[in-house]
């Protein structure tokens, strides 16, 4: 076992608290060479630093510009900055340390606490702050992100012919696609998933102080234009076909023109989408095929919309004889109906250029393979930004080296990355082995604690699913129980009748999704896919945060 990826980051002085909270469902395997160099290192970090200067968080000196302190990389696992994120927390009105740990990571142990540094509080940064809250609250759109989906939706759609190109023109064009877009759209998408802590902070410290906290959950679900979830939708309406059909294989190739960006750990350049394999996407499909039509997924969001407005009137109804906290609360409703959906469209929005960049590299990896020079497509991923150029140039020179960065990239999907570290990371050589760490498995009548996602109960057969490439083992009617989720996973929430996540938070992908199809989640459930056996009975309480085992 290597000690060492060939892309691992220093870690940072200034902010030394890490976690693979929250980023575990976006990089839930090692970062490849080409994204950690690329789409981190030239894009996603300055893209960050970018959102945080926007949102008035933080001055571009606050960071050192020669390594990444948002994003690390260590033992080749991706990380979150903690201490950053806390800073964050500290300097925005109404905000706090410990509530953003909650927002961002859930409840999870070992997290260190919250110790404050002289730097940490920032009149002059809170006063930026206070401005962009004020847009927030205030604004009734966010139209660029409409604005900028309609481009890259055109630039999908006028994407030539990639097998005429040669292959210097497929390397100009994948690089056209990072270089010129990707770092905006990220700073996009983090200046708007900030934006969307702001209405769920009000609401939450307003349900709490009526004696009502559970009920954020009601108020947070149901909105609509989920961009993670539409896929979903799609997905159910190919199900009700015939897969012989015309209007199916019409529809499926629609499917993948809309949805091709979409599939498992999809901000790696290498990974797989249902538009590089399709296989991907019509194994989902058929397994809803024996969904009922009465668990359609609109009609879950529907009747989650109408729960929504009931209670969003009743605790207004609360806090009308305080005018502030009454005016407050309707405007964060307000704001959460633009930018809990936002987040999603502009995470997506990423996501299609990473994809149009993907394609290309995909096709230059095909021709490799049948030159002999590449084992598998996908093996441009092992090369670092800085070498693409004499790759091309001479791509047998490579293939031996990259042979061995396959070799060591496999090995470390064999270790379990530390949820939380301070100062240097452990080494590699500590982390303990998949699945070897001894859990108590539940027995009957135990209860599970988490965090509440989505509400509502819900009984079903336990399914325990680690991998969302392979669903065949999930029946309509079982409860899916994941290690965490990503877009992929989404398809196999619609015949669950309810998600039990290992890891989550109020605005992980797993809760933002199960609220948008309605089904009963809980999340932050710690070691769910080891304690609970798969077969079991499991009652899923997405009000309370629990899980019941029934029966083993």
């Known amino acids: 076992m290597i000690e060492r990826w060939i892309v691992d980051t220093e870690p940072s002085e200034r902010?030394?608290?890490?976690?693979?909270?929250?980023?575990?469902?976006?990089?839930?395997?090692?970062?490849?060479?080409?994204?950690?160099?690329?789409?981190?290192?030239?894009?996603?970090?300055?893209?960050?630093?970018?959102?945080?200067?926007?949102?008035?968080?933080?001055?571009?000196?606050e960071f050192d510009p020669d390594n990444n302190e948002i994003i690390g990389i260590f033992g080749g696992y991706c990380f979150l900055n903690v201490s950053i994120s806390r800073i964050l927390g500290v300097r925005t009105p109404g905000l706090t340390a410990q509530s953003i740990d909650f927002q961002l990571w859930g409840e999870m142990p070992g997290v260190p606490p919250y110790a404050p540094q002289p730097t940490d509080e920032s009149p002059s940064h809170t006063e930026r702050i206070q401005a962009t809250l004020g847009w927030v609250l205030t604004t009734d759109a966010h139209p660029v992100l409409i604005e900028e989906q309609r481009q890259l939706d055109?630039?999908?759609?006028?994407?030539?012919?990639?097998?005429?190109?040669?292959?210097?023109?497929?390397?100009?064009?994948?690089?056209?696609?990072?270089?010129?877009?990707?770092?905006?759209?990220?700073?996009?998408?983090?200046?708007?998933?900030?934006?969307?802590?702001?209405?769920v902070g009000i609401i939450?410290?307003?349900?709490?102080?009526?004696?009502?906290?559970?009920?954020?959950?009601?108020?947070?679900?149901?909105?609509?234009?989920?961009?993670?979830?539409?896929?979903?939708?799609?997905?159910?309406?190919?199900?009700?076909?015939?897969?012989?059909?015309?209007?199916y294989k019409e529809g499926f190739a629609r499917f993948l023109h809309e949805y091709g960006c979409r599939g498992p750990n999809e901000w790696e350049l290498r990974s797989p989408t249902w538009g590089t394999d399709p296989a991907l996407a019509t194994v989902a499909i058929e397994q809803m095929r024996r969904t009922p039509d009465s668990e359609a997924p609109h009609l879950h969001r529907e009747a989650l919309a109408v729960e929504r407005d009931r209670v969003?009137?009743?605790?207004?109804?609360?806090?009308?004889?305080?005018?502030?906290?009454?005016?407050?609360f309707l405007a964060a409703m307000r704001a959460a109906a633009i930018f809990l959906p936002g987040r999603e469209r502009s995470k997506t929005n990423a996501i299609k250029i990473t994809h149009e960049s993907r394609v290309c590299l995909t096709e230059l990896g095909r021709r490799m393979v049948e030159r002999?020079?590449?084992?598998?497509?996908?093996?441009?991923?092992?090369?670092r930004q800085q070498e693409l150029d004499d790759w091309l140039t001479a791509p047998d020179s490579?293939?031996?080296?990259?042979?061995?960065?396959?070799?060591?990239?496999?090995?470390?999907?064999?270790?379990?990355?530390?949820?939380?570290?301070?100062?240097?990371?452990?080494?590699?050589?500590?982390?303990?082995?998949?699945?070897?760490?001894?859990?108590?498995?539940?027995?009957?009548?135990?209860?599970?604690?988490?965090?509440?996602?989505?509400?509502?109960?819900?009984?079903?057969?336990?399914?325990?699913?680690?991998?969302s490439h392979d669903p065949t083992a999930l029946e309509p009617g079982d409860v899916l129980i994941a290690p965490l989720t990503d877009p992929s996973w989404t398809p196999l929430f619609v015949p669950a009748a309810g998600v039990i996540v290992d890891v989550g938070a109020p605005l992980s992908h797993a809760i933002?999704?199960?609220?948008?199809?309605?089904?009963?989640?809980?999340?932050?459930?710690?070691?769910?896919?080891?304690?609970?056996?798969?077969?079991?009975?499991?009652?899923?309480?997405?009000?309370?945060?629990?899980?019941?085992?029934?029966?083993?």
């Open 398 to 467: 490579f293939t031996s080296e990259l042979r061995q960065r396959v070799r060591d990239y496999n090995d470390l999907y064999t270790v379990e990355p530390p949820f939380v570290f301070e100062g240097v990371a452990p080494p590699i050589s500590s982390w303990a082995k998949r699945s070897g760490r001894p859990v108590a498995v539940a027995s009957d009548g135990d209860i599970l604690q988490g965090l509440p996602g989505c509400p509502g109960v819900s009984r079903g057969r336990a399914r325990v699913v680690l991998d």
């Open 312 to 328: 969003a009137g009743e605790i207004a109804a609360m806090v009308e004889g305080d005018p502030e906290t009454h005016g407050q």
């Open 154 to 199: 055109k630039l999908r759609d006028n994407r030539p012919d990639l097998t005429t190109l040669s292959d210097t023109e497929l390397l100009t064009r994948a690089r056209q696609m990072l270089d010129e877009h990707l770092r905006r759209l990220f700073a996009q998408h983090l200046f708007t998933s900030y934006c969307a802590t702001v209405p």
């Open 512 to 552: 933002i999704v199960s609220r948008e199809l309605g089904i009963p989640c809980v999340v932050s459930v710690t070691d769910a896919t080891r304690r609970i056996p798969d077969g079991a009975t499991v009652e899923v309480n997405g009000d309370a945060g629990t899980v019941t085992v029934i029966s083993t």
């Open 204 to 247: 939450q410290a307003v349900c709490e102080a009526v004696g009502r906290p559970a009920d954020m959950f009601r108020l947070l679900a149901g909105f609509g234009g989920v961009e993670s979830a539409a896929p979903s939708y799609a997905m159910w309406e190919l199900s009700r076909l015939a897969d012989d059909s015309d209007d």
């Open 15 to 61: 902010y030394p608290i890490f976690t693979r909270g929250n980023v575990g469902e976006v990089f839930p395997d090692p970062v490849a060479p080409l994204t950690a160099t690329w789409g981190i290192a030239d894009c996603a970090e300055p893209g960050w630093r970018d959102a945080f200067e926007r949102f008035g968080a933080f001055d571009r000196d």
């Open 372 to 383: 002999g020079s590449f084992d598998a497509p996908n093996d441009f991923g092992m090369l």
